[in-house]
């Protein structure tokens, strides 16, 4: 995941697409982020995209939030999780 440090509106966030996850219509989207050892499924707002990313408009994401980029496909929110691989 890419996030700028500076506060600059014009600074994008990127994450892989592997993180991203959606609907069958893709309308809505959001991302899986860890909290206290929970899944919590936080909607995203998206903006462009590349082959193997996308860029997250909304909300903010902070450095030290820790998002799911594998393992996330059809995992409910509040689940909990385990990290095996942080890197």
Known sequence: VLIPKSNNEKCNQMIPK??????????????MKVVRNKAIKIPVTIGRSNQGEVEIVSPRISTSDVIINNGAYALPDQASVKIVNKQ
């Open 18 to 31: 592997s993180a991203l996850q959606s609907d069958e219509t893709m309308q809505r989207f959001w991302i």
